[in-house]
């Protein structure tokens, strides 16, 4: 949505925070809720616990307003420390950042199969008969990075921190998913995916 | 940029792309147009690679509706943001002002006590407003998981939520106003009548209807009092009884006035009456009989036309400026859409956005002039 609330860029929206400009503040909000909502929706199924963890992360934002950094970007900054937040929320007892993949199976939003394992992962595809759902047949990771570069519109260096891997990595799992995806495209009224390569 | 050599991976990896597929505006659409009818013979992979992206756009948001959570989540925000605005100070300070504070402390304790004793008095709970009554009180209590429906001797009705209390006079309605002490949350469908105008004493908040229906919430522990009315009109103020006049402010005393759709949220510990509108918004249809059905389907309807039918569907101020959207037009069936994001919907499509400021709400957006 566009806003026209005098702040056109983040970079405005961001400087008058820090001065504690309350409109600047909801035109922030409204501005990226969307994507943190989306965002935090593949770690949560819950939606409300999606809404609480955007929640804390705004408050949090307002009450340190002051001691804020400028933000290279900001969209990328509250996608950090969403991820973060659900992160921590996640192992409560751990505030390090751990690798996604070492979270339990349960905790992940999607039913991962092993990568290497793409028969069985091709007849539970035509099982659920869930043409729509192709994204949710990737690895969690492979999803995470392709739905951040084509959904969020991230830089691969801004992937490559989210994740905390190298930008090649990045570049690797975005490339791995395309592939992964190319796979089912046999079985995909989404034939468009032919073109890809 | 050579586009015309770009592979469909080329294509969804170009932000410029990216941008004109998921936000197109003018000036991505004039410049992807006219590469297109120069270069017709890119056009699969300009379809493969706008398939590729709408597809991933409409998986990730397949599932869930950002837009039904939006404003809720920010209310709440906003609710906590402004608690803290009271002078309680967040921040870690340095160590040494604990000690300034406690000297601080010594000295103004021996102010405090007193004033103390008497803001403990200034809190009114529903036993306080009890204790007002001249006349023998009935009471019903509702410890029942269920909302218990009260009928009154005028015809008023009242639906008593779990938890919630209500007292009134055993011979109510014998005298010339009707009056009802609660504690908890109703909601009350008065019955009309102008001589007998009816009020609801809950914690330091007076409400008053001649016929009309609303909900009120007052549990003790609670620090806001809230009024939300459906129907008719309801005036709200703050107890007689509370504070002197430098305490109060002529607005909270006199009290402001509700339309259907609206709500008084009082903060009980500033005695801060609000007007706001309430969350969830009900279509005036569905409550007043003679109020016609709206059509909510629009084809090349011009924008303000627009807001004018939300307006009267829902009772609703919007502000907006009528010739700067004279040239805006909307297209599509909102009947089943819910209230604010009818709204979202609308201002989203003409580049447009809204706020809700008191009860009003504003429409900001630079119009559709060629």
């Known amino acids: ?197 | 940029m050579e586009y015309q050599n770009f592979t469909t991976r080329d294509f969804i990896e170009d932000a410029r792309f990216r941008r004109w597929v998921r936000q197109p505006d003018a000036e991505t659409e004039a410049f992807w147009r006219s590469f297109l009818a120069r270069h017709p013979e890119k056009k699969p992979e300009v379809i493969a690679a706008t398939d590729f992206l709408l597809g991933i756009e409409q998986q990730v948001e397949s599932d869930a509706d950002a837009a039904a959570h939006q404003e809720t989540v920010f209310q709440r925000i906003q609710e906590i943001i402004t608690e803290e605005k009271n002078p309680s100070v967040r921040r870690q300070l340095p160590r040494w002002t604990v000690w300034v504070a406690a000297a601080c402390l010594l000295f103004v304790l021996g102010y405090f006590i007193l004033p103390l004793d008497r803001l403990g008095k200034q809190e009114i709970t529903y036993e306080t407003n009890r204790q007002q009554a001249t006349f023998s009180l009935t009471e019903k209590v509702n410890d029942t998981e269920e909302p218990v429906s009260v009928s009154l001797t005028d015809g008023s009705r009242i639906s008593l939520q779990p938890g919630s209390r209500i007292s009134y006079a055993e011979a109510f309605g014998s005298d010339n106003k009707r009056e009802v002490y609660l504690s908890g949350e109703a909601f009350f469908e008065v019955a009309k009548d102008p001589n007998k105008p009816f009020f609801v004493y809950a914690n330091e908040l007076v409400t008053k209807v001649l016929g009309t229906s609303f909900n009120v919430r007052a549990y003790q522990n609670d620090e806001d009092v809230t009024v939300e009315v459906r129907t008719g009109r309801v005036s709200v103020s703050v107890a007689e009884k509370i504070g002197g006049p430098q305490e109060v402010s002529p607005r909270e005393r006199e009290g402001i006035l509700l339309l259907p759709n609206q709500q008084a949220v009082l903060a009980r510990q500033e005695i801060r009456l609000v007007k706001t509108l309430v969350k969830e918004l009900v279509l005036l249809s569905e409550t007043i009989l003679d109020q016609p059905k709206t059509s909510f389907v629009f084809e090349t309807t011009p924008a303000p036309e627009v807001f004018k039918t939300l307006a009267r569907a829902y009772g609703l101020d919007i502000i907006f400026d009528e010739d700067q959207f004279a040239d805006c037009q909307f297209t599509a069936d909102l009947t089943d859409v819910p209230p604010y994001e009818k709204l979202d919907i609308v201002c989203r499509s003409i580049e447009a956005s809204y706020r809700i400021l008191d009860a009003q709400i504003i429409i900001d957006g630079k119009g559709c002039k060629p």
């Open chain 1, 1 to 197: 949505m566009k806003k026209k609330n005098g702040f056109t860029d983040d970079e405005q929206l961001w400087q008058a925070i820090r001065a504690g400009n309350e409109e600047a503040f909801g035109c922030l909000y409204r501005r990226y809720f969307r994507d943190l909502f989306h965002y935090g929706r593949q770690f949560l199924r819950d939606e409300e616990a999606v809404n609480d963890a955007i929640q804390d992360l705004f408050v949090d934002l307002w009450r340190n307003r002051r001691s804020l950094s400028p933000a290279r970007s900001v969209k990328f900054y509250l996608m950090a420390s969403l991820r973060r937040k659900i992160h921590r929320s996640l192992r409560p007892e751990r505030f390090q950042e751990t690798d996604w993949g070492n979270l339990p199976e349960s905790l992940l939003p999607v039913q991962s199969s092993a990568e290497t394992d793409f028969t069985a992962q091709e007849e539970h595809f035509l099982q659920t008969q869930k043409l729509n759902d192709w994204l949710g047949q990737l690895p969690p990771r492979q999803r995470e990075a392709l739905v951040l570069r084509f959904y969020h519109d991230l830089e691969y260096a801004e992937i490559a921190a989210l994740l905390d891997i190298g930008e090649q990595t990045s570049r690797n799992l975005v490339q791995k998913a395309l592939y992964t995806l190319r796979k089912f495209s046999i079985l995909l009224v989404f034939m468009a995916l032919e073109f890809i390569f």
